[in-house]
């Protein structure tokens, strides 16, 4: 992969997989959770027909080719889909008391490109549809995970 992954050479293999120990990595998905360790979320990039897509994959699902290349986003989006999720797997740093917010988000590089993530700091009142969101990290067992908080308003504001 090239250096726009926003890639880290110093961390190897070996290194992602203690951090990540419960995911099943993968000559592909390996770049994605590499980059999580430094702070920056990767969707793959066609560099045929300039679509995105995620998850990475090895060829462009929109033109077939295989010219894609991993690229961090910006990390700005909007809630699409919201789950509330009251019970799931057990971990040291999962709270169920409050139902735990399970978005999937569609993030502003392209109509219909979406991760999955939590919604943080934000009061259940505010969980909506369209939620204007960005990019923020937790700590689980840990590592580094993506999830989105609720944006700030000035700064939806284009300069
Ligand atoms: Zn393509």
């Given at each position: 992969?090239t250096?726009?992954?926003?890639?880290s050479?110093?961390?190897?293999?070996?290194?992602?997989?203690?951090?990540?120990?419960h995911?099943?990595?993968?000559h592909l998905?390996?770049?994605?959770?590499?980059?999580?360790?430094g702070?920056?979320?990767?969707?793959g990039h066609c560099?045929?027909?300039?679509?995105?897509?995620?998850?990475?994959?090895?060829?462009c699902?929109?033109?077939?080719?295989?010219a894609?290349?991993?690229r961090?986003?910006?990390?700005r989006?909007?809630?699409?889909?919201?789950?509330l999720?009251h019970?799931g797997?057990p971990?040291?740093d999962m709270?169920?008391?409050?139902?735990?917010?399970?978005a999937?988000?569609e993030?502003?590089e392209q109509?219909?490109?979406?991760?999955?993530a939590?919604?943080?700091?934000c009061?259940?009142?505010?969980?909506?549809?369209?939620?204007?969101?960005?990019?923020t990290?937790?700590?689980r067992?840990?590592?580094?995970?993506p999830?989105?908080r609720?944006?700030?308003?000035e700064?939806d504001?284009?300069a």
């Open positions: 992969m250096a726009t992954d926003g890639d050479p110093e961390i190897t293999d070996e290194v992602v997989l203690a951090r990540y120990p995911v099943r990595l993968d998905n390996k770049h994605f959770y590499r980059v999580l360790l702070h920056r979320l990767l969707a560099d045929q027909c300039d679509q995105w897509h995620t998850p990475l994959r090895p060829r699902p929109h033109c077939w080719s295989e894609v290349t991993p961090p986003v910006r990390g989006g909007a809630v699409y889909l919201l789950t999720l019970q797997p971990s040291p709270d169920y008391s409050t139902p735990w917010p399970l999937a988000v993030l502003v109509l219909g490109l979406r991760v999955t939590t919604i943080v700091e009061p259940p009142e505010r969980l909506r549809i369209g939620l204007p969101v960005e990019l990290w937790i700590l067992d840990g590592a580094p995970w999830a989105f609720p944006a700030e308003e700064s504001v284009e």
